[in-house]
């Protein structure tokens, strides 16, 4: 297929699936991997290949700001990362100076009101690192219109073992009571400032794990997942759409269940309960596929054959 009608073939593409994305999610979170096997696969250096990908990474910011996606998360260098070769970490690291300080003077971050954070152990990072980091914060600080987490340092078991750390301190101080804890204690102890749960994870370049990213508030959250085989300098539109739309079937699966398990129990609940169950058949009925519709009349004799209340 040559050049110009490969072109028309993904724009008609990229149409149709804005066309069908209906609802987006409010948080998305992405892995981007391959940025080394792409810069092999172009006989390039790693260096080379991380900032093809950086660039990718401006245009995602821009996808998810057109769709009405609010927060976006970039996994940008794990823990694992401070075992690559020296070399390579400190090409990374000028990298992410360079890419933080332009994020944080570029006129279409001031325009949108994106707010830049740091999620991870930032204080292992050099010094040049952090500062850009603390450059990069200090001049969005002001914004809350879209947020753009960078982690950086970043392990998900390594946060959740601090957090209770910290919980487990606080109890034996006798400054916070076992019956105390609840979601709200483990996440004030986990950022600084609240992380909205993660509704979309993306992960490029062909494999299918999420990589020990965003446990407590993606897994919680049980979010969706969107595995694609392209590197990540050559993640495209369409493939962010199809992740948006992976999302939104997900969805649409959840509120099935929902409204299906609600209508299995309607028969078998004392009244406080019953009303509950009504409420959620009545929220998610029209996720149900026609066949399992019930009308009004089944809902009402549910209704009055349902157990007394003591």
Not at 93 to 107: H, I, P, Q, T, W
Not at 182 to 208: K, W
Not at 271 to 284: C, K, Q
């Amino acid at each position: 297929m040559n050049r110009w009608l490969r072109e028309r073939v993904d724009a008609a593409y990229e149409q149709l699936l804005s066309r069908e994305i209906d609802g987006v999610p409010t948080h998305v979170a992405v892995i981007q991997d391959g940025n080394r096997r792409y810069a092999r696969r172009q006989g390039a250096d790693a260096t080379d290949g991380h900032r093809a990908g950086a660039e990718t990474t401006e245009r995602v910011l821009e996808w998810c700001q057109e769709v009405g996606v609010e927060e976006l998360t970039l996994y940008a260098f794990s823990t694992e990362n401070f075992d690559r070769p020296a070399e390579e970490r400190e090409a990374l690291y000028d990298l992410l100076c360079e890419k933080l300080r332009e994020f944080a003077d570029a006129e279409r971050v001031h325009d949108n009101g994106v707010k830049i954070r740091a999620l991870g152990a930032i204080d292992r990072l050099p010094e040049r690192v952090r500062e850009a980091v603390d450059y990069a914060e200090e001049r969005t600080a002001d914004y809350d219109r879209f947020v753009l987490n960078i982690a950086l340092a970043y392990g998900g078991r390594s946060e959740l073992l601090e957090a209770a750390r910290g919980v487990a301190t606080d109890v034996e101080a006798g400054e916070v009571d076992p019956e105390e804890i609840d979601v709200e204690a483990i996440e004030r102890r986990l950022y600084d400032e609240p992380v909205r749960d993660v509704d979309l994870i993306i992960r490029t370049g062909g494999d299918e794990r999420t990589s020990n990213f965003l446990p407590w508030h993606a897994n919680g959250n049980e979010a969706a997942v969107f595995f694609c085989t392209p590197y990540w300098p050559e993640f495209s539109k369409p493939d962010f759409l199809r992740g948006i739309r992976t999302y939104e079937h997900r969805q649409e699966s959840w509120r099935r269940t929902r409204a299906r398990r609600a209508l299995a129990l309607l028969g078998a609940m004392s009244d406080p309960e019953l009303a509950e169950a009504r409420s959620i058949v009545d929220r998610f009925r029209d996720s149900l596929p026609t066949a399992e519709q019930p009308d009004e009349d089944e809902l009402e004799g549910v209704d009055s054959s349902g157990p007394a209340a003591d």
